[in-house]
C-alpha cells in the first residue's frame, strides 16, 4: 500500500490517500517517487510520501494509474518541512510541494551524476578573523554543532567568497549546505567563487533561468546525495541536501525571498524552520539588518556576528549627509537642489582620480511622475484620469511629449483641474533622465545605466565614468567605486510602509559596500537629512542600532516581527461570510476593512482586513484560517478569499 499526497490544491483534500500497488509496479515504486493516480474521476500527479503494509481505509482501495519514474525525488526530510511551512502560513501541503520539486524531465534521469573526487579541508580562516568569533563559526562548522548567527558584513566585504568559506567548513565536516541568495546577480557571484574554493561537482547551482532539464538536473545532483551544497535563489529553499549542516540566507531584507504564490513562504522563515528541524547551523547574513535577524539574536536563538568598530572604520568609506549644518552654511541651496555642490565635487574628484562613481536613484523610466508646476498636484489624463509621465524614448522629431502611463494617450496640452495652470514638472525623476542630466554636468564623461529598463549590469571596468543605477542593479567596479552619489532619498524615505526606514538603509549599504573605503579616497554623499535616523545609521554604518530601534518601535505599536498579521482580501460578502467562520484567538485584533485594488484578471469591489495576534497565537491563528478554507472548500465556494500570513506589504 502506497500513500500518496495527490496534487489537489482544496483545503478540505489537504491529507494523504491509501492506493493498492499493482504487482508490475512492486519494483520501481518507492517513496518519494512520483505517480499517477485516479481521484475524483481524475488522473492526477502525486508523490508517495510512505509505503506501508495496512491501511485504516476500509473500502478497496484504487490502484497506483502509472510510476513515470522510480526516482525518490521528495525525500522524507522535505516533506516534513513542506507540512511544517503549509501549516505555518495555513497553506496546503500540495501547494508547498509545488514550489519545492521542479517538473520532471526523463532525459535529465537517464544522465549520470557526477560526484567529487574527495571532500575539502577546513578553509583559511583568516577571511573571517576580521569578525569577532568568525574563526569560532568556522570551527563550529566543521565539527558539525548547530552554531546560529546574524552575521553583519563589512563595507566592501567579499562576501561571495565569505559564504563559500562557509559552504566549505560544512563540507569538511562531511555535512551538507544549502545558501539562498536574492537574485541571479548575487548567484552568478556566488557560484564564482564555489568554483574557486569547493570541489568539482561538491556543489550545484539552481538558477530560475535555467532550462527545465537542466534545472532538474541539478536538483537530482541534490536529491541523489552527489553535490552535498546547494546554491540557489527563493526556490531553492526547499532543496533536498544530504546530511543538512548549515543554512544561510544572504539579505533576507530583499523582498525577492518572499514567494508571490500560495502559501507565500519567506525564504529566511523558511531556512530557520530547517536548522530547527533538523538541528543544523544557520547564518541569516547581509551588509543591513532587519527586526526579524534583531528578534533572532534578541531571542538568544542566534548570536550576531560583527566586526569591532576600530575593524568597521578602517574598512568604510567617508560618507556624508547634504543636510547637514556645516553643509547648509556653505551652500544654502543643498537641501533643495538634486545635485548640490558637494556631490558634484564627489564625482569630480574620482572621476579625475581615474576612479567610476555611481549614482544610486529609486526610479526607474525617464520622468515616471509629473506634476502641476504651480500647485504641485498630480497630472492625470484627461481620458481615463491614469498618470501622466514621460517615456525615454523619445517621439517624432525627438520631441518627448507627456503620455498617460495607463491608456498612452500623449498629453500635448495640460490644462490643471485646480489652479488652471498650463505647465509641468518633473515629480520624479528616474534614471535615464538622471543619466542625461549626468552627461550635460559631466562632458567627457563616460555614462552607463543598470536597471529593468535597460538592462542590469554585472561588472563595469575600473576606468572613470559615472554608473547611474536602480537598486539591486549597481554593478561591482573593478577596484571598487571612488565615488558614490544617493539621490532622491525622500523617494525611499517617504514610502507609506512599515518597512521604508529598514529598506532604505538596506539598499544605501548594498550600493554603499561597493566603494572603496576612506583610505582610498572612497566618499559617499546623500541626499537627505543628517538629522533622521535612517541618515544617522547609515553615516555611522550601524544597521544594528536601527534594526533594534525599529524592533522596539514594532513591539511597540504592535506590528510584525514582533506580532502575526494575516491579511484577508476579497469580495466584501465573501470576507464577510469568512470571518463569521473564523475562529479567532482570544487576543487576536481585526483590523479594517480598507479598499483593496482588484488584482489582474479580478473585477468588481475588493476589501481587505487584517487578523493581528501574538506571536504565541500564531500557530493558532493558522490553524483557525486552516479551519475556514478547509469548510468553504468542501462547499464548493467559489467566491475566493486570499489568505496571506505575514505579509511583507500591509499597506
Not at 556645516?326 to 581615474?354: K, T, V
Not at 525599529?550 to 514582533?562: K, T
Not at 460578502?573 to 483590523?591: I, K
Request: some cysteine; overall charge neutral.
Amino acid at each position: 500500500m502506497a500513500r500518496v499526497v495527490v496534487d489537489v490544491p482544496l483545503a478540505h483534500l489537504d491529507r494523504p490517500f491509501d492506493y493498492a500497488v499493482p504487482e508490475k509496479f512492486a519494483d520501481t515504486v518507492r517513496a518519494g517517487c512520483r505517480v499517477r493516480v485516479r481521484f475524483s474521476g481524475q488522473l492526477l500527479d502525486g508523490f508517495v510520501v510512505s509505503l506501508d503494509d495496512a491501511t485504516d481505509f476500509t473500502g478497496k482501495l484504487l490502484p497506483l494509474s502509472h510510476v513515470p519514474s522510480g526516482e525518490p525525488v521528495l525525500t522524507p526530510q522535505v516533506a516534513r518541512l513542506a507540512r511544517v511551512v503549509a501549516d505555518r502560513y495555513a497553506g496546503t501541503l500540495s501547494d508547498v510541494l509545488r514550489l519545492a520539486l521542479p517538473p520532471r524531465r526523463a532525459a535529465a534521469e537517464k544522465r549520470p551524476i557526477p560526484t567529487p573526487e574527495a571532500l575539502p579541508g577546513p578553509p583559511d580562516p583568516a577571511g573571517f578573523g576580521r569578525y569577532q568569533a568568525g574563526p569560532a563559526l568556522l570551527s563550529a562548522l566543521a565539527e558539525g554543532r548547530p552554531a546560529r548567527a546574524v552575521w553583519t558584513a563589512l563595507p566592501g566585504e567579499d562576501w561571495p567568497t565569505r559564504l563559500a568559506e562557509l559552504c566549505r567548513a560544512s563540507l569538511s565536516g562531511r555535512r551538507g549546505t544549502l545558501v539562498v541568495v536574492p537574485d541571479g546577480k548575487d548567484l552568478d557571484r556566488l557560484a564564482a567563487a564555489a568554483a574557486r574554493l569547493l570541489p568539482e561537482h561538491s556543489y550545484t547551482v539552481l538558477r530560475a533561468d535555467d532550462t527545465p532539464e537542466k534545472r532538474y538536473r541539478q536538483f537530482l545532483a541534490a536529491s541523489r546525495g552527489a553535490a552535498q551544497v546547494v546554491l540557489g535563489t527563493r526556490a531553492a529553499m526547499f532543496a533536498p541536501v544530504r546530511d543538512l549542516g548549515l543554512v544561510v540566507v544572504w539579505d533576507d531584507g530583499d523582498d525577492l525571498h518572499a514567494d508571490e504564490h500560495a502559501p507565500y513562504p519567506h525564504a529566511r522563515d523558511v531556512l530557520v524552520q530547517r536548522a530547527w528541524l533538523d538541528d543544523c547551523a544557520a547564518v541569516v547574513a547581509g551588509t543591513s539588518r532587519t527586526a526579524e535577524a534583531a528578534l533572532l539574536i534578541e531571542s538568544g536563538w542566534a548570536h550576531e556576528l560583527v566586526a569591532d568598530r576600530a575593524v568597521l572604520r578602517s574598512a568604510a568609506p567617508r560618507i556624508q549627509a547634504l543636510g547637514d549644518d556645516f553643509e547648509l552654511a556653505r551652500d544654502p541651496a543643498a537641501r533643495s537642489a538634486r545635485l548640490p555642490s558637494m556631490a558634484h565635487e564627489a564625482a569630480r574628484r574620482a572621476l579625475a582620480a581615474g576612479a567610476p562613481v555611481l549614482v544610486q536613484v529609486p526610479r526607474r523610466g525617464y520622468v515616471p511622475s509629473l506634476a502641476c508646476a504651480r500647485c504641485r498636484a498630480p497630472a492625470r489624463c484627461g481620458h481615463c484620469a491614469g498618470p501622466l509621465g514621460i517615456s525615454p524614448r523619445p517621439g517624432p522629431g525627438g520631441a518627448r511629449i507627456p503620455a498617460c502611463r495607463w491608456c498612452a494617450r500623449p498629453a500635448a496640452t495640460f490644462d490643471c483641474p485646480h489652479c488652471h495652470a498650463t505647465s509641468l514638472r518633473a515629480a520624479v525623476v528616474g534614471d535615464s533622465r538622471t543619466a542625461e542630466e549626468l552627461a550635460r554636468a559631466f562632458p567627457g564623461a563616460r555614462v552607463r545605466t543598470s536597471g529593468s529598463t535597460s538592462g542590469v549590469l554585472a561588472t563595469v571596468p575600473g576606468g572613470p565614468s559615472l554608473v547611474v543605477a536602480t537598486p539591486g542593479a549597481e554593478p561591482v567596479a573593478e577596484g571598487g567605486y571612488g565615488a558614490a552619489l544617493l539621490l532622491d532619498s525622500w523617494a525611499l524615505l517617504g514610502r507609506a510602509d512599515l518597512r521604508a526606514g529598514e529598506e532604505t538603509l538596506r539598499r544605501w549599504l548594498n550600493a554603499a559596500t561597493l566603494v572603496r573605503p576612506a583610505s582610498a579616497g572612497g566618499q559617499i554623499v546623500v541626499a537627505a537629512d543628517a538629522a533622521h535616523p535612517v541618515v544617522q545609521a547609515f553615516v555611522r554604518w550601524d544597521p544594528a542600532w536601527l534594526a533594534e530601534r525599529e524592533l522596539a518601535d514594532r513591539r511597540e505599536l504592535g506590528f510584525p516581527p514582533v506580532t502575526r498579521i494575516a491579511s484577508l482580501s476579497g469580495s466584501p460578502a465573501a470576507l464577510s461570510e469568512f470571518l463569521a467562520a473564523l475562529r479567532m484567538p482570544g487576543a487576536a485584533d481585526l483590523l479594517g476593512p480598507v479598499p483593496e485594488p482588484p488584482r489582474p484578471g479580478q473585477e468588481g469591489e475588493r476589501e481587505r482586513y487584517l487578523v493581528r495576534v501574538p506571536r504565541t497565537d500564531g500557530v493558532a491563528l493558522a490553524h483557525a484560517l486552516t479551519e475556514v478554507q478547509g469548510v468553504r472548500s468542501a462547499k464548493k465556494v467559489t467566491d475566493h478569499v486570499r489568505v496571506q500570513l505575514d505579509p511583507l506589504d500591509l499597506v
